[in-house]
């Protein structure tokens, strides 16, 4: 009676592996379609190019000075309100770059007798830039170009403010 109850339990028990791995392997189609998820339809849309021609608007030199001047003038206080021992170096950095390129566009729409006097802020500003490119500078480096880009700033706006120099543009 043992080895039957045994038999039959071996046989119950292989039926319902049986069964088992015959519904895994199968699996119910419905139920796996309800819980998987879809694949995400990709539209991809051809993009339109279409160039557009601006016209060339070219600013009279008055106008290009005043800009010029005026970014002059905002680079150089950004230069000044950053020349700090704290402060960040690339910025200080393109402080300088922005208000050297901005005075040099300005000396370029000067005839040669103001160009020639604004020549000489140029080398200062040209001073304070390899200054500011060496590696390290402390504290007294900072006021000392700080107070230089000051007299310069104040140079530049008393003898070359568009009002004095209207005149002398080529």
Request: with cysteine.
């Amino acid at each position: 009676m043992k080895l039957k109850t045994q038999n039959l339990k071996l046989k119950i028990t292989a039926l319902v592996m049986g069964f088992l791995m015959i519904i895994s392997l199968t699996g119910c189609e419905a139920f796996v379609k309800k819980f998987r998820r879809k694949p995400k339809e990709e539209k991809k849309e051809e993009p339109i190019i279409q160039p557009e021609s601006y016209p060339d608007v070219a600013l009279n030199k008055d106008e290009l000075y005043r800009d010029y001047f005026l970014f002059w003038e905002s680079w150089a206080d950004e230069l000044v309100s950053f020349l700090k021992d704290n402060a960040n170096t690339k910025k200080q950095k393109e402080c300088i770059q922005q208000a050297m390129d901005n005075l040099l566009k300005m000396q370029s729409l000067l005839n040669e007798e103001k160009a020639a006097a604004l020549d000489k802020f140029v080398i200062e500003l040209t001073t304070v830039k390899n200054v500011l490119f060496q590696s390290y500078l402390n504290s007294a480096d900072f006021s000392y170009l700080k107070n230089k880009v000051e007299r310069i700033k104040a140079k530049v706006h008393r003898d070359f403010v568009f009002s004095k120099i209207k005149k002398d543009l080529r």
